[in-house]
Nanobody, 121 residues
Framework: QVQLVESGGGLVQAGGSLRLSCAASGRIISINAMGWYRQAPGKQRELVAT???????NYADSVTGRFTISRDNAKNTVYLQMNSLKPEDTAVYYCNADLKTQVFRPFSDYWGQGTQVTVSS
């Protein structure tokens, strides 16, 4: 059984910072890309940032220059440093990992349970 557990969400004022963490645990053979997505009330889930195993990062235009994604492959953990937060960043943030649990099975997507980020104006 694989679990992705997020932490670090909370309430912050506009202009503030938060750091999200997501640790993958369980029977994991290998992890390819990891990423963060978010879903605001009444909106579809959207990509925030992704990072490959070789640490190539990709960002949504709305967060470029403010958010930084990183990972620790030894700990199966991905981070999202969020600076200069805006009220429109308010959403539930979900961790995602493309990983393999058995040698002869393909990589599959796994999701965390989500962590709430609320930015007040």
């Amino acid at each position: 059984q694989v679990q992705l557990v997020e932490s670090g969400g909370g309430l912050v004022q506009a202009g503030g910072s938060l750091r999200l963490s997501c640790a993958a645990s369980g029977r994991i053979i290998s992890i390819n890309a990891m990423g963060w997505y978010r879903q605001a009330p009444g909106k579809q889930r959207e990509l925030v940032a992704t990072i490959t195993k070789s640490e190539n990062a990709n960002y949504a235009d709305s967060v470029t220059g403010r958010f930084t994604i990183s990972r620790d492959n030894a700990k199966n953990t991905v981070y999202l440093q969020m600076n200069s937060l805006k009220p429109e960043d308010t959403a539930v943030y979900y961790c995602n990992a493309d990983l393999k649990t058995q040698v002869f099975r393909p990589f599959s997507d796994y999701w965390g349970q989500g962590t709430q980020v609320t930015v007040s104006s």
